[in-house]
T-cell receptor, first 114, second 110 residues
Framework: DAGVTQSPTHLIKTRGQQVTLRCSPK?????VSWYQQALGQGPQFIFQ???????QRGNFPDRFSGHQFPNYSSELNVNALLLGDSALYLC?????????????FGPGTRLTVL | DAKTTQPPSMDCAEGRAANLPCNHS???????VYWYRQIHSQGPQYIIH???NNETNEMASLIITEDRKSSTLILPHATLRDTAVYYC???????????FGQGTELSVKP
C-alpha cells in the first residue's frame, strides 16, 4: 500500500515564475492538506481540500491556490514566485471518517526560488 | 500561533527512556493532544494522540496530566533512529489544520 507521494522531489525556479506541485494521497484517504516548511521552522498550514473544494485555509496570499481531482489527488500552484517561497512543501492526507488529525505526510517537494 | 510550549532541544542516551514534555495550558475540553515527529529531510510522522487518558502504542506512551494542561511523550528505549524533531499539537475535532510550533529536537547519543 503506497503512502502519500509527491512530485517532483526538487524544483528550482526564478522569481516571478509559476510552479505546480503534485500529491497523491494514501489509498483510502479523501482529504488532502498542504503545508509549507521554511528552513528551521515547523510546517505552516496552507489549505485543505475535500470533495474537490477548499475547506480550510491558512494565512497565505491568493498567489497560493490548489485543486483536488476526482481521484483525490491534489495540486498546489504558486504564482509570481518570491524568494521567500523557497521551502519544503508537504502534502498530508487523511480519511474523513477517521480520527480527524491523524494525518499521513508525504516526503515533500523542495522548492528553491532564485 | 501554536497552543503548545516545548523545550527546544533534549539529549538522551541510547537504550534509555526519552521523556519529552509539552505544556498546553489553554487546551479546551474537546481538543486532543497529538504527537508527530520529523526525521531530517522527511515528512512528519504521526506517533500517538490522546484526549485525557494515558495512551500507549507500539511507538510510544503518552501521559496526560489530570488537569490536561501538560503531557509527556515517552519513548521507552530510545534508539539512534529516534533522533528527530518532536512536535506536540493540540487540535479540535473539526480537524484538518495542524498548527506546528518549533518542536523539541531530540538527539539520541550512543
Amino acid at each position: 500500500d503506497a503512502g502519500v507521494t509527491q512530485s517532483p522531489t526538487h524544483l528550482i525556479k526564478t522569481r516571478g515564475q509559476q510552479v505546480t506541485l503534485r500529491c497523491s494521497p494514501k489509498s483510502g484517504h479523501d482529504t488532502v492538506s498542504w503545508y509549507q516548511q521554511a528552513l528551521g521552522q515547523g510546517p505552516q498550514f496552507i489549505f485543505q481540500y475535500y470533495e474537490e473544494e477548499e475547506r480550510q485555509r491558512g494565512n497565505f496570499p491568493d498567489r497560493f491556490s490548489g485543486h483536488q481531482f476526482p481521484n483525490y489527488s491534489s495540486e498546489l500552484n504558486v504564482n509570481a514566485l518570491l524568494l521567500g517561497d523557497s521551502a519544503l512543501y508537504l502534502c498530508a492526507s487523511r480519511p474523513t471518517s477517521g480520527i480527524l488529525d491523524t494525518q499521513y505526510f508525504g516526503p515533500g517537494t523542495r522548492l528553491t526560488v532564485l | 500561533d501554536a497552543k503548545t510550549t516545548q523545550p527546544p532541544s533534549m539529549d538522551c542516551a541510547e537504550g534509555r527512556a526519552a521523556n519529552l514534555p509539552c505544556n498546553h495550558s489553554t487546551i479546551s475540553g474537546n481538543e486532543y493532544v497529538y504527537w508527530y515527529r520529523q526525521i531530517h529531510s522527511q515528512g512528519p510522522q504521526y506517533i500517538i494522540h490522546g484526549l485525557k487518558n494515558n495512551e500507549t502504542n507500539e511507538m510510544a506512551s503518552l501521559i496526560i496530566t489530570e488537569d490536561r494542561k501538560s503531557s509527556t511523550l515517552i519513548l521507552p528505549h530510545a534508539t539512534l533512529r529516534d533522533t528527530a524533531v518532536y512536535y506536540c499539537i493540540v487540535s479540535g475535532r473539526e480537524g484538518g489544520k495542524l498548527i506546528f510550533g518549533q518542536g523539541t529536537e531530540l538527539s539520541v547519543k550512543p
